[in-house]
């Protein structure tokens, strides 16, 4: 196989979006089982902002490539991988490696995108709308006729997740600042501003009988207003501690702090349920049925998109050279929606 050059965004320590580094260097070639994926869109996800200041759960060792997820075209196989893949456009999850001009993943990770849709839209949904599909269905297991709690209803995956629970009947009260109050209305949610200090009491005042799921992304001390929101039945979905990014100290004890707390309420004898959802769950004990799990579950959202059902929202595209600007407006949480890298044209 020919030298596979690639042009690759580096995270090289705890720096400002403007301190990411360019650097362009030969892939290797594609061991047994793996393919060379070259890059038509990736995402900026809060993932990435925690890991820039190293305050991700899992957080990968300095200096990295980030980018949690791709949609490309296989341009390359190695020894065991069917060349038909070859021409093909698919998505994975990648965790980090994502944002660069060509990289290599693991064939059996590959999920087909449907003919016609865009790449940017597509990734638009991968990380964000398997998350919010899984936490609705497989965490939650929310009904037609429920009615749910969307903190921050105007990010990348509390605006799917308003949008798939609509569209199974389900009612939404979604958070957001004022300014995005018109678009949280637009996508069928009520409304209402996490700069109030009274927001959960106007959540209380919308649903005096308790709701069915909060979906939390917040995290920290306001994780006990949202499991006071809940009716008898509901479910408690924390999914991360935005609340504490910011914070100094070891990355991993805000979300183990809030995880013990679930845990607690979990066992409680009050018909509630409360948990902690991570996407990576299963994968080291069940590889198989992690990735079988992950291959459904994209598989139906990514129907969803090519079916007009779900319309990701996409709040700017960068080529791959002005990754820091996309990552600086992400961070500056004035979006709706996902910030969405692409190839260079």
Same mark, same amino acid.
């Given at each position: 196989?020919?030298?596979?050059?690639?042009?690759?965004?580096? !995270?090289?320590?705890?720096?400002?979006?403007?301190? !990411?580094?360019?650097?362009?260097?030969?892939?290797?070639?594609?061991?047994?089982?793996?393919?060379?994926?070259?890059?038509?869109?990736?995402?900026?996800?809060?993932?990435?902002?925690?890991?820039?200041?190293?305050?991700?759960?899992?957080?990968?060792?300095?200096?990295?490539?980030?980018?949690?997820?791709?949609?490309?075209?296989?341009?390359?196989?190695?020894?065991?991988?069917?060349?038909?893949?070859?021409?093909?456009?698919?998505?994975?999850?990648t965790k980090i490696g994502g944002?660069?001009?060509?990289?290599?993943?693991?064939?059996?990770?590959?999920?087909?995108?449907?003919?016609?849709?865009?790449?940017?839209?597509?990734?638009?949904?991968?990380?964000?709308?398997?998350?919010?599909?899984?936490?609705?269905?497989?965490?939650?297991?929310?009904?037609?006729?429920?009615?749910?709690?969307?903190?921050?209803a105007n990010g990348g995956v509390?605006?799917?997740?308003?949008?798939?629970?609509?569209?199974?009947?389900?009612?939404?009260?979604?958070?957001?600042?004022?300014?995005?109050?018109?678009?949280?209305?637009?996508?069928?949610?009520?409304?209402?501003?996490?700069?109030?200090?009274?927001?959960?009491?106007?959540?209380?005042?919308?649903?005096?009988?308790?709701?069915?799921?909060?979906?939390?992304?917040?995290?920290?001390?306001?994780?006990?207003?949202?499991?006071?929101?809940?009716?008898?039945?509901?479910?408690?979905?924390?999914?991360?501690?935005?609340?504490?990014?910011?914070?100094?100290?070891?990355?991993?004890?805000?979300?183990?702090?809030?995880?013990?707390?679930?845990?607690?309420?979990?066992?409680?004898?009050?018909?509630?349920?409360?948990?902690?959802?991570?996407?990576?769950?299963?994968?080291?004990?069940?590889?198989?049925?992690?990735?079988?799990? !992950?291959?459904?579950?994209?598989?139906?959202?990514?129907?969803?998109?090519?079916?007009?059902?779900?319309?990701?929202?996409?709040?700017?595209?960068?080529?791959?050279?002005?990754?820091?600007?996309?990552?600086?407006?992400?961070?500056?949480?004035?979006?709706?929606?996902?910030?969405?890298?692409?190839?260079?044209?």
């Amino acid at each position: 196989m020919s030298i596979t050059p690639t042009t690759e965004i580096v !995270l090289p320590g705890v720096v400002e979006p403007a301190g !990411l580094l360019v650097q362009v260097r030969d892939l290797p070639a594609p061991a047994a089982g793996q393919v060379v994926l070259r890059m038509e869109a990736t995402g900026v996800s809060f993932a990435e902002q925690q890991m820039r200041v190293g305050k991700y759960y899992d957080q990968p060792s300095f200096p990295f490539v980030p980018g949690y997820d791709v949609v490309g075209t296989v341009v390359g196989t190695g020894p065991g991988v069917d060349r038909q893949l070859h021409g093909k456009r698919f998505a994975v999850v990648t965790k980090i490696g994502g944002w660069a001009s060509r990289l290599i993943v693991e064939a059996v990770d590959l999920v087909p995108v449907p003919d016609g849709l865009d790449a940017a839209v597509a990734v638009a949904v991968v990380l964000n709308g398997v998350t919010a599909w899984q936490m609705m269905y497989r965490a939650a297991k929310v009904k037609r006729g429920d009615t749910i709690v969307v903190l921050g209803a105007n990010g990348g995956v509390g605006s799917t997740l308003v949008q798939l629970a609509r569209h199974a009947g389900i009612g939404v009260i979604g958070t957001a600042s004022a300014r995005h109050h018109d678009a949280v209305r637009e996508l069928g949610a009520i409304p209402v501003d996490y700069r109030d200090p009274a927001m959960y009491n106007k959540i209380h005042e919308l649903a005096p009988d308790g709701v069915d799921a909060v979906f939390d992304h917040v995290g920290g001390p306001t994780v006990h207003d949202s499991w006071r929101l809940l009716r008898r039945g509901g479910a408690l979905i924390s999914y991360g501690s935005a609340a504490t990014k910011d914070e100094p100290g070891n990355a991993s004890l805000p979300v183990l702090k809030v995880f013990g707390r679930l845990m607690i309420w979990n066992a409680l004898p009050n018909g509630r349920r409360a948990g902690f959802y991570n996407f990576w769950a299963g994968k080291r004990l069940r590889p198989a049925v992690f990735r079988a799990r !992950l291959a459904e579950d994209l598989t139906q959202v990514l129907r969803l998109v090519a079916a007009g059902v779900l319309t990701p929202h996409i709040a700017a595209r960068f080529p791959l050279a002005e990754a820091s600007a996309a990552l600086a407006l992400a961070e500056s949480r004035t979006v709706l929606g996902k910030v969405v890298i692409i190839a260079e044209q």
